[in-house]
């Protein structure tokens, strides 16, 4: 059994910053990608950001140039750094980690506001 452990969400001020952090609870399988997804209030839930196993990274445009993914293999572990956020960022955002399967993680609120 695969547990995906999300941490750091909460309220910041526009222009403010967030790390998201999220970890798999086991290393048996192999990761193949790993990455964020977020979903506002009646919309779909859409790709923020993703890294594969080799480091490749790929981001929506809407967050290109202030977000910054990373991830360190050995802890099974991927983050998602969050600068000059905006109202618009605000979210619940979904790890995800991609082995054979899906694993989701259970969503971190992310609000930005005055």
């Known amino acids: 059994q695969v547990q995906v452990v999300e941490s750091g969400g909460g309220l910041v001020q526009p222009g403010g910053s967030l790390r998201l952090s999220c970890t798999a609870s086991?290393?048996?399988?192999?990761?193949?990608?790993m990455g964020w997804y977020r979903q506002a209030p009646g919309k779909q839930r859409d790709l923020v950001a993703s890294?594969?196993?080799?480091?490749?990274?790929n981001y929506a445009d809407s967050v290109k140039g202030r977000f910054t993914i990373s991830r360190v293999n050995a802890k099974n572990t991927v983050y998602l750094q969050m600068n000059s956020l905006k109202p618009e960022d605000t979210a619940v955002y979904y790890c995800?980690?991609?082995?054979?399967?899906?694993?989701w993680g259970q969503g971190t609120q992310v609000t930005v506001s005055s």
């Open positions: 995800y980690i991609r082995g054979d399967v899906w694993y």
């Open positions: 086991n290393n048996s399988f192999i990761i193949r990608s």
């Open positions: 890294i594969s196993s080799g480091g490749t990274t």
